[in-house]
């Protein structure tokens, strides 16, 4: 099994900035794609970004092009979320995402592995 611990989250005005990250631990046997997901309330969850294994392949929702930021550092197992310009529909709760077979893709249904959630908020 393997396990996603987050860390950030909390309360940011609006036009400011935050980074979360997250460490997988566990059994982590072969490369992996990672990413993120959200939810706001009474929504449904959607892609925000993800990350090849190498970093060659991201991608990211439209609504936070130019603004996310995906990276991650292998020897660590950790994957970032660099947040610019945050807006107040930015606020939802953000999951840490793992694919075992290294590919970013937008379907939740492909990830196995989940975090526990985040809460970001962003106020106007």
């Known amino acids: 099994q393997v396990q996603l611990a987050e860390s950030g989250g909390g309360l940011v005005k609006a036009g400011g900035s935050m980074k979360f990250s997250c460490a997988a631990s566990?059994?982590?046997?072969?490369?992996?794609?990672m990413g993120w997901f959200r939810q706001a309330s009474g929504k449904v969850r959607e892609f925000v970004a993800g990350?090849?294994?190498?970093?060659?392949?991201?991608d990211y929702a439209d609504s936070v092009k130019g603004r996310f930021t995906v990276s991650r550092d292998n020897a660590k197992n950790t994957v970032y979320l660099q947040m610019n310009n945050l807006k107040p529909e930015d606020t939802a709760v953000y999951y840490c995402?793992?694919?075992?077979?290294?590919?970013?893709?937008?379907?939740?249904?492909?990830?196995?592995?989940w975090g526990q959630g985040t809460q970001l908020t962003v106020s106007s």
């Open positions: 995402v793992l694919n075992p077979y290294d590919l970013v893709v937008t379907d939740a249904g492909v990830y196995d592995y």
């Open positions: 566990g059994r982590i046997t072969a490369k992996t794609a």
């Open positions: 990350i090849s294994w190498s970093g060659t392949q991201t």
